[in-house]
């Protein structure tokens, strides 16, 4: 149970942390920014799984 909460703790603070970069970008160029955004959303979800073991 321990893990599955660090997991879902790790995700919202990545899934933020993601949204922000996503934003920056929109600056910049619209488009990319949702590449960006994409590839950061789906990144958290298979670190954070790896960062979470490791803490837990």
Same mark, same amino acid.
């Given at each position: 149970?321990?893990? #599955? *909460?660090?997991?879902?703790?790790?995700? #919202?603070?990545?899934?933020?942390? *993601?949204?922000? #970069?996503?934003?920056?970008?929109?600056?910049?160029?619209?488009? $990319?920014?949702?590449?960006?955004? $994409? *590839? $950061?959303?789906?990144?958290?979800?298979?670190?954070?799984?790896? $960062?979470?073991?490791?803490? *837990?």
């Amino acid at each position: 149970m321990k893990l #599955i *909460a660090v997991y879902v703790g790790i995700v #919202i603070v990545g899934e933020f942390i *993601a949204y922000g #970069i996503g934003r920056a970008v929109e600056n910049f160029s619209e488009p $990319l920014s949702l590449t960006v955004f $994409l *590839a $950061l959303f789906f990144s958290v979800f298979f670190f954070g799984w790896k $960062l979470a073991v490791r803490v *837990a």
